[in-house]
């Protein structure tokens, strides 16, 4: 570009007029770009707020009977295999919401995050059913 001679000639609206234009859409990209950062950081904070009300606070009670989950599930040889192990019984609740709990199978003892257990809930009785023959039908 050639300078100009004059110095008034800098300042025509032909040379000012794309760079405020162009400064005026960085401007607006900026403040959507903003926008659409608050708008997600908002989100997220309801969405986990909305997360941790689903998520039910385990507590377990000296003596309760539990399951225990396990950990090392091979998916291969057994895809069938129960994912839980026990009935355990809780012998010692910590607060920082470790549980030790004893197997009623080998009376050993061990540490366990809570999040690793269910409550044990026995199976429901079931009553004898009638049998009953049938007879052919009729023609």
Known sequence: MKYPDEPDSLCTLSIIEPIVQEVFEL???????????????????????????????????????????????????GKLRSRWLGPHVITKNFANGAVEIQSLKTNNTFKVNDHQLKEYRKGFQTEPVEIMDLMDPIL
């Not at 401007?27 to 950062?37: G, P, T």
């Not at 997360?51 to 090392?72: D, E, P």
Request: charged share 35%.
């Open 27 to 77: 401007d607006c990209k900026n403040k959507l770009e903003e926008d659409f950062l608050d708008n997600l950081e908002i989100e997220d904070k309801e969405t986990k707020v909305f997360h941790y009300a689903l998520i039910s606070k385990k507590n377990f009670t000296v003596g309760q009977k539990v399951l225990l989950q396990h950990s090392k599930l091979k998916f291969f040889p």
